[in-house]
C-alpha cells in the first residue's frame, strides 16, 4: 500500500548549520512529493513540492532531492534558524485528486 | 486576504454524540480537503470536495460525512463518536482540483476530544 515514513523522528541541529531531513516512499506511482512545515498549534504549511520526473528543485534556503531508484526524499535547509524549529513531513500525491499522504514526521529541533 | 478559517477550534464531547465542523476556504477557491491529525502522526486524509462534489474519500468509516456549500464552505460531520475520534481535524483548500499540491493551503484545525 501507500506509504511514506521517515528516518528520524527528532532532528537537533546548531543554528547556522544545515540540517538534512530523510524520507522513504514506497509508491513508485507517485506524481509529486512535498514537504510541509508544521508548528505547534497550526496547520500544515507548504514549504517545496518536486514533480517525480525531476532529482533536484531549489527555493529560497531549501533543496529537495528525489532519488528515485532507492525511493528517497530528502529536505535540506540552509543555515538553519530558530524559527525553523518546527516538525516537518514529508507527502505524497497521485494525480486523480488531490490526495496527500503524509509521513510521520520529524522534529527539528535548532539550538542557539 | 483570510487564511482557510476552521471553527470552532477546540470541543469535547462524549461518546455516542455527533460533532459538525466546518471550514471556510480560501476566498476564490474552490476545493475543500479534510484530513484527521492524530497527535503524533501525519494528517490523514478523509474526504475532498469540488464543486459541491465529492471528488474523492479516503479510508474512513461511514460515520464520517461531508458536503459543500454553493459559497465553497464545508462541513465535517462524524456521528456515534469514539475514543479514538480524538484528533485534530485540519481543512485544506485550493483553486482547482487536482494540480500540483503547493496549491493547498491549511486552516488551523478544530481540536476534537471525545471522553
Known amino acids: 500500500g501507500e506509504s511514506v515514513g521517515l528516518h528520524l523522528p527528532t532532528l537537533s541541529v546548531q543554528e547556522g548549520d544545515n540540517s538534512i531531513i530523510n524520507c522513504a516512499y514506497s509508491?513508485?506511482?507517485?506524481?509529486?512529493f512535498i514537504w510541509y512545515k508544521q508548528e505547534s498549534g497550526k496547520g500544515p504549511q507548504f514549504i517545496i513540492d518536486?514533480?517525480?520526473?525531476?532529482d533536484k528543485r531549489q527555493g529560497q534556503r531549501v533543496t529537495v532531492l528525489l532519488n528515485k531508484t532507492v525511493k528517497h526524499l530528502s529536505l535540506q535547509i540552509a543555515a538553519t534558524q530558530p524559527g525553523d524549529s518546527a516538525v516537518y513531513f514529508c507527502a505524497e500525491t497521485t494525480g486523480g485528486y488531490q490526495k496527500v499522504t503524509f509521513g510521520t514526521g520529524t522534529k527539528l529541533q535548532v539550538i542557539p | 486576504d483570510a487564511g482557510v478559517t476552521q471553527s470552532p477550534t477546540h470541543l469535547i464531547k462524549t461518546r455516542g454524540q455527533h460533532v459538525t465542523l466546518r471550514c471556510s476556504p480560501i476566498?476564490?477557491?474552490?476545493?475543500v480537503s479534510w484530513y484527521q491529525q492524530v497527535l503524533g502522526q501525519g494528517p490523514q486524509f478523509i474526504f475532498q470536495y469540488y464543486e459541491k462534489e465529492e471528488r474523492g474519500r479516503g479510508n474512513f468509516p461511514d460515520r464520517f460525512s461531508a458536503r459543500q456549500f454553493p459559497n465553497y464552505s464545508s462541513e465535517l460531520n462524524v456521528n456515534a463518536l469514539l475514543l479514538g475520534d480524538s484528533a485534530l481535524y485540519l481543512c485544506?483548500?485550493?483553486?482547482?482540483?487536482?494540480?500540483?499540491?503547493?496549491?493547498?493551503?491549511f486552516g488551523e484545525g478544530s481540536r476534537l476530544t471525545v471522553l
Open positions: 485544506a483548500s485550493s483553486f482547482s482540483a487536482i494540480s500540483g499540491t503547493g496549491e493547498l493551503f
Open positions: 476566498s476564490g477557491h474552490k476545493s
Open positions: 518536486i514533480r517525480s520526473n525531476m
Open positions: 509508491n513508485s506511482a507517485s506524481d509529486y
